[in-house]
Every structure is written in C-alpha cells, then in structure tokens.
C-alpha cells in the first residue's frame, strides 16, 4: 500500500490528495466531497450554534434601518424609481445586510486559526486549496442567506412595505454574487490579517462605508456626474441595483451589465485567493 499525503510533496496543495489502496478500498480522487462537506458543515455550525448573534441580532440591526426611515418620514410617502422610499430601501438594505454578514462569517475562519494556534486543522486534512476555498466560501455565503432571508420574511409582516419578489433569478443571482464577494474578500482579510483590530479596520474602513453609499439609501441618478461615475465604480452598487430589480422591476443601471461585472470580480477574486493559498502567505509562517 503507497499513500501520498500532501506533506510529502511539500506545501502545494492544487489538487486533491492521490491515494493508491488495494482494491475494494475508498481512493480520493479529483474532488474529495466527504472533506469539502466535512469543513463546510463545520463553518455552517460554528456560526449556527450562535445564530442569536451570527443571523438573528444582524437582520434586527437591518430592520431598525427601515423602521427608522418608515417611522421619520411620517405622511411624507416619496417615489423613488416609481415606487415609495420604503419599497425602494428594503431590497438594498436586505442585501446589505447579507453581504456584510458574508464577510463577518468568512474573515473569522482562518484569523482565529492562526490566533489560537488551530490552523492545522485547515491546512493538514486531505483537502486542496480550492476545496478549501469553497467550504469558507460558501459557508460565508449560506449565513448571508439565512441572515437575507430572516430581514425578508420580517419586512413582509411590517406595514407599508411591499417585498414581493417579482425577478426570481435577479434576486438569486445578486444575492449570491454580492454575498460572493463579500465572502472572497472576507478570506482575502483573514489570511492578511493578525489581529481582530484588522479585520474590523477593513469592515469599518472598506466594507462598511462602499456598502452605505452605493445606492441603497437613494437613487444614483439624482447625484452628479462626478459621484455618478464614483458610484458606478462601486462593485456594491451593482450588487444592490440588480437585488433591487428583482423586487420592484427597476434599476440604477443595465442589470445583466451588473450580473457580468460581479462574475468577473468573483472570478478574479476567486484566484487571488487561491494563490493566497496556495503560497501559504501568512498561514504557515
């Protein structure tokens, strides 16, 4: 029986380990699901054994937002791309509130490896880099959806707001990409980052302020061309002009020009994390 763990061709981890056993015996090859489920299920639990803080107190947070926007203006009902401020803030602030979710959750994993000494446990298992990669990934992205689809279901109970999804796949496909993202430079941070002081500088600094002013709180078409152009330059605004789509049927900008623009940053995104990996930058130092 020959076995060839990743510790003895160094610290490349590109693919999936080759594991040569007498017939009859498990081999792993190509992708190894068992693991990739193993650690996703693993990420998912972390957040879900305190889904009071991890979904529950996030869509809380979002939901003031409305509440206080619905509760200032009072009488004073605005249209804002043919329907009222309210309808119009909602789709925005449901998928902020799951793209900043997605971040907290992925930018936590690899951090607080490295700080309490447990990075071993992602970088020994029998697992690539890019499985890896998408066990964080989509874990990040499974808590955005159920932290989006909490703030959802509560704006539907609260009055005056109207939260029907009218383009299903618009509300899918944005929904997944902002999260994404946000998911990509969430483990882009926790594999740079030394410190909780780093990550919050990139959450206050980065991701807080480009999600609170892409559009979410008003129309990018009332700014001017100058802001215009900032705005449009803002991968956010994307993320939540297509959201928003998918709900009331309009949009800041052309919304399968958004849909490419976020799968290209994704894609780029993606490999630079994967290299990230793969150099073992900051993780095996």
Same mark, same amino acid.
């Given at each position: 029986m020959t076995i060839h763990h990743k510790?003895?061709?160094? =610290?490349? %981890?590109? +693919?999936?380990?080759?594991?040569?056993?007498?017939?009859?015996? %498990?081999?792993? %090859?190509?992708?190894?699901?068992?693991?990739?489920?193993?650690?996703y299920m693993k990420e998912v639990r972390r957040f879900f054994k305190v889904q009071m803080q991890t979904v529950w107190a996030p869509a809380i947070t979002t939901l003031l937002y409305l509440i206080i926007f619905t509760v200032a203006l009072g009488s004073v009902k605005p249209q804002v791309l043919g329907v009222p401020f309210a309808?119009?803030?909602?789709?925005?602030? !449901?998928?902020?509130g799951m793209m900043q979710n997605a971040f907290a959750n992925s930018s936590f994993s690899l951090l607080v490896g490295k700080m309490q000494?447990?990075?071993?446990?992602? $970088?020994?298992?029998?697992?690539?880099?890019?499985?890896? $990669? +998408?066990a964080l990934t989509f874990a990040a992205v499974t808590r955005a959806f159920l932290v989006g689809g909490t703030i959802w279901?509560?704006?539907?109970?609260?009055?005056?707001?109207?939260?029907?999804?009218?383009?299903?796949?618009? !509300? $899918?496909?944005?929904?997944?990409?902002?999260?994404?993202?946000?998911? $990509? !430079?969430g483990v882009m941070t926790s594999i740079w980052a030394e410190k909780f002081d780093h990550a919050a500088v990139v959450s206050n600094f980065v991701v +807080? =302020?480009?999600?609170?002013?892409?559009?979410?709180?008003?129309?990018?078409?009332?700014?001017?061309?100058?802001?215009?152009? !900032?705005?449009?330059?803002? =991968?956010?605004?994307?993320?939540?002009?297509?959201? %928003?789509?998918?709900?009331?049927?309009?949009?800041d900008s052309p919304v399968i020009f958004g849909a490419i623009v976020l799968l290209g940053l994704n894609i780029v995104l993606g490999t630079i994390c994967y290299l990230l990996l793969r150099s073992g930058w900051k993780l095996r130092s």
């Open positions: 510790s003895d061709i160094g =610290p490349d %981890r590109d +693919a999936s380990p080759v594991v040569q056993l007498p017939d009859g015996e %498990r081999h792993i %090859r190509n992708v190894n699901w068992i693991g990739l489920q193993t650690l309808d119009f803030i909602a789709p925005g602030l !449901i998928i902020m000494g447990t990075i071993v446990d992602y $970088l020994m298992p029998p697992l690539s880099n890019a499985e890896v $990669l +998408a279901l509560a704006m539907l109970l609260w009055p005056g707001v109207h939260v029907t999804p009218l383009h299903m796949w618009a !509300i $899918l496909w944005f929904g997944l990409m902002g999260s994404m993202m946000l998911a $990509l !430079i +807080a =302020p480009a999600a609170l002013l892409s559009g979410t709180f008003y129309s990018v078409d009332k700014l001017a061309p100058t802001f215009q152009a !900032i705005s449009h330059a803002n =991968p956010f605004f994307y993320a939540i002009s297509g959201f %928003r789509y998918g709900f009331i049927g309009a949009a």
